[in-house]
């Protein structure tokens, strides 16, 4: 199926609505013909042609499903062929491998035999020789093999992305269709007389936990029933009731009632006044009583986030970037994390608890946890969570340069702030959270949405600018060794002590054991690009370079295979680094001339660590 020959496919078109004009003015859903008044029928002419337009849409879009699984099932025949042929490969490179071992052991046996079967030795070796030839040819073609199969894979997430998207457009226009069938049948319907209204209290449960809140809402007066029937409805169009008080606009739980209902306030308070009220309270004023709501509900502005971020916003760029520094700070010590990616592996409050908690109106947080459900945003949990946050903020900027206090920082802005980092954190929280593998048919396992999930983060932290080249480098291998041994794992490849191997030197080096990087800006065919000057680690033992390319080199095929992309262009050059060498290191990871060439004192700060820690020969089946 992989043709790169063959044209993509034209963004999709709809079709022209048709007109559909109707002959009869009535109602085709009875037996009767009853007439409508024209408006309304005009509103069922648009319903019908609405109606067909979505039905032949539909018709449409499972034509194009069908379709998508189709190519889906010859991918996913080709993937299984390909990882058919991909396990033969495999099975001749161990077969290769064992035949050289048994050579080799041969050859060491007649070594030690002194026997004189020099020539018998000469022959082994040349066919050993010839089997490392093999098994270097073999292993060219098991990781081409490799390669396609990540392309087959590749293309089936792909066409499994469109086909998810296609059944929930599918679906959508089903519900269109269907409330479309309502709006006809509704609007084919005799009015009826509607109920008489009156002035009153309406007791509605709206938050659907707690005690119920009362809202006294403007109930337009009607006439009692024996002051007649409303007045049949004109071919003037009908007026909107007055705008709703301000003061019910800016009620905060009529506001949350009608945002999870998803109406606006206006058209809440039309569906309210169509309710018959029991109690009539003839001349009263009516207004909002005032809500004694808890901290933990906190009101909500009625104006967009970006728009208060704005108002609230320091004066200078620095102030913002103390304001994030000092929630980072804060939230780390609190939440006992080093980076903000280490909330991967935080534990969330569970929904029971979450949900006694906002049930206790005197309940209280006494440790550092986040509630990560659905609905965590507006979460009772997280809004105490967060206000204990910012109390411990400002109380650390008093004790140092008070920008809370003198005003140069608000609250509100440390608020609006903390609130983006908790996205940032749940997002990543998310990403380890198993999720459905359509390929597969069934929920990835732990150890497939970890490895799925590095990789993700390991390709957003190369694009990240926010940490310094020493600090970058290290992520990235360390995530790419990471991403490699859960990629192994899953395979059950021989290599996999190699990878574990390199990950515990590149830990013991840290971010202050990665190689110094110097930008600069150089022209290449006429255009300027950015390029790296890679300084000598001069401290470090020479055998670590060899490891570090291994792994570089690893990072580089990520690249390619995921985005496309390459990295800048790195040049290694002849002079030292600058940065000072880490301390507390085993021995075998420094530079024995350099140790050497130190004075006692300096050794002695040094402070070589005494742990047994050997290098090792570097050796890899083939890339992933």
Known sequence: MDNDDEP???????????????????????????????PEQAAVDVARNDERYWKEMSAEFRARVRTAEQENAALRNELKAAQGGLAHRQQEVQYLQQQIQEAVARIEKMNYDESGLHAQIMDDQERVSGLIQQVTTAQRQAAEASTH???????????????????????????????????LKASGRRKTETMPRRRGRVNVELLGTGQPSTIELPLDPAPLPAEGPAPLPTDTPPTRTPAVPAAV??????????????????DLVEAVQSIQIASVETGAQIVVSPQNTPQKNKQVRPDSKAARKEAVKPANQTLCNKAHALLRQTTYRKFKVEQSSDFIFHESATAQEVEEFSRDDNATLKHWQWDFNPGYLSSAWNVVQIERIIV?????????????EKGEI???????????????????????????????????????????????????????????????????????IEAVIALKAEEGANDIATWHRLLAVLRYLGAEGMSEEEEKANTLQGQKIKTYKIKLCVWRE????????????????????????????????????????????PECLYNSRWLGSLAPKALKELEVSKDVFALFVAATDRMV
């Open 392 to 404: 411990e903020t400002v109380k650390e900027d008093g004790k140092a340069c008070r920008h809370v």
């Open 149 to 183: 199969t990540y392309g087959l894979q590749e293309a089936i997430n792909t066409r499994d992305t469109e086909l998810g998207q296609l059944r929930a457009q599918v679906h959508k226009r089903d519900d269109e269709v269907n409330h479309l069938r309502l709006q």
């Open 249 to 266: 606009a800016e009620n905060p739980v009529l506001k949350r009632f009608a945002a999870k209902l998803d109406v606006e306030v206006q």
């Open 8 to 38: 993509m496919d034209a963004p999709y078109q709809a079709p022209p609505r048709k007109t559909v004009t109707v002959r009869e003015n009535v109602d085709h859903t009875s037996s009767k013909r009853i007439a409508i008044p024209a």
């Open 542 to 585: 020479s055998t670590i370079a060899q490891y570090m390319n291994l792994v570089d080199a690893q990072r580089q095929r990520f690249e390619e295979l995921h985005n496309g992309t390459k990295s800048a262009p790195r040049e290694r050059v002849q002079e030292n680094g600058k940065r000072p060498a880490p301390k507390g290191l």
């Open 410 to 480: 608000q609250v509100e802005y440390l608020e609006i702030v903390l609130r983006e980092q908790l996205e940032r954190y749940r997002g990543d929280w998310n990403l380890f959270q198993p999720k459905w593998w359509d390929a597969q048919g069934r929920i990835e396992t732990k150890a497939e949405a970890v490895a799925r999930a590095k990789i993700v983060l390991f390709l957003r932290r190369l694009n990240s600018r926010n940490i310094n080249a020493q600090n970058r480098k290290y992520l990235y291998r360390e995530n790419t």
